[in-house]
């Protein structure tokens, strides 16, 4: 599986500034997904990154908060813009979901603990 | 109602004790089916795949029933290592993703 490195690992961060969030897969793949887990909860996706065309976001979560770049096929990064506290969560990005069967699941960096002050 | 449901928990175990975790999901066209284990934290970490046939490895057994959209997860013999929050997830394409809320583990010696 693929091996993907994300930094950085934390940052606390002042209200009404913006953290890049960076992701770096060993591998070339062509969908990259950005998550954000607030604290006790579970995963919810923010956007798909595809190489070579405009992310697609979820519900709830727009390009002018969440701005993702994909300039290649190995690299992606996520902004977390004009943060409040509320933004305050752990955003992780992730790899895979292939296979002939859609079953050899997802690969995840080991995630950006943010917090906002 | 949401896309994902899992027991709430927490389940709190003995060594040796046999646990299962459950899972419901509403979209009947759902295509993929995941188990994943998440330590303190960490991220996720896949545990298994899941099957309609169902599928075993090692202590961990896990079963698919798409009439009933249930998964079910099987711990045999717990460890105190295997103490982790485990997410049930559902793919309806490559991309789209509904993770469950998780059912928290503690394996007591």
């Known amino acids: 599986s693929a091996v993907i490195s994300q930094k950085p690992s934390r940052d606390i961060c002042q209200r009404g500034t913006s953290l890049t969030i960076q992701c770096q897969v060993d591998?070339?793949?062509?969908?990259m997904f950005w998550y954000r887990q607030q604290p006790g909860q579970s995963l919810t996706l923010i956007a798909t990154?595809?190489?070579?065309?405009?992310?697609?976001?979820e519900s709830g979560f727009v390009i002018d908060k969440f701005p993702i770049s994909r300039p290649n096929l190995t690299f992606s990064t996520l902004t977390v813009s004009n943060m409040s506290p509320e933004d305050s969560s752990i955003y992780l990005c992730?790899?895979?979901?292939?296979?002939?069967?859609?079953?050899?699941?997802?690969?995840f960096g080991s995630g950006t603990r943010l917090t906002v002050v | 109602r949401k896309e994902v449901e899992q027991d709430p928990g927490p389940f709190n175990v003995p060594e040796g004790a046999t646990v299962a975790f459950n899972c419901t999901y509403s979209?009947?066209?759902?295509?993929?089916f995941f188990w994943y284990r998440q330590d303190c934290r960490k991220e996720p970490k896949l545990l298994m795949s899941?099957?309609?046939s169902g599928n075993e490895d090692g202590r961990f057994t896990a079963q698919l029933n798409r009439a009933s959209q249930y998964i079910s997860l099987l711990i045999r013999d717990s460890k105190l290592s295997d103490s982790a929050t485990y997410l049930c997830?559902?793919?309806?394409?490559?991309?789209?993703?509904?993770f469950g809320d998780g059912t928290t583990l503690t394996v007591k010696p």
């Open positions: 591998s070339q793949v062509t969908m």
């Open positions: 992730s790899v895979g979901g292939g296979g002939v069967l859609l079953d050899y699941g997802y690969t």
């Open positions: 990154a595809n190489q070579g065309s405009e992310a697609t976001y």
């Open positions: 899941v099957y309609s």
């Open positions: 979209n009947s066209a759902s295509q993929s």
């Open positions: 997830v559902v793919s309806y394409n490559a991309g789209k993703s509904t």
